[in-house]
Nanobody, 117 residues
């Protein structure tokens, strides 16, 4: 099993920045891809960004150029630096982990990000 614990959410004004962190514990060696998803009220959960063990990244079009995902393997932690935040970025952000490829095998509990206009 893998446990994921997020931190760093909060309230920020439009144009501001936040950094989310996700600390992983447990059977870390089994994880290949880590990522961030978000879910806004009334909407489906969507992939925001992901990063593989080898550093290959993938971003949703809506966040390209504004968000950066990074991974500190020795610390078993993945980060999401969010800049130029917009009200439409408001959502609960979930950390995820994938053992090989495909949909997540593990989820964090979620952290709220609210961007005011």
């Amino acid at each position: 099993q893998v446990q994921l614990v997020e931190s760093g959410g909060g309230l920020v004004q439009a144009g501001g920045s936040l950094r989310l962190s996700c600390a992983a514990s447990g059977r870390i060696f089994s994880i290949n891809v880590m990522g961030w998803y978000r879910q806004a009220p009334g909407k489906q959960r969507e992939l925001v960004a992901s990063i593989s063990n080898g550093g290959i990244t993938n971003y949703a079009d809506s966040v390209k150029g504004r968000f950066t995902i990074s991974r500190d393997n020795p610390k078993n932690t993945v980060y999401l630096q969010m800049n130029s935040l917009k009200p439409e970025d408001t959502a609960v952000y979930y950390c995820s982990a994938v053992k090989l490829w495909g949909p997540p095998d593990y989820w964090g509990q979620g952290t709220q990000v609210t961007v005011s206009s």
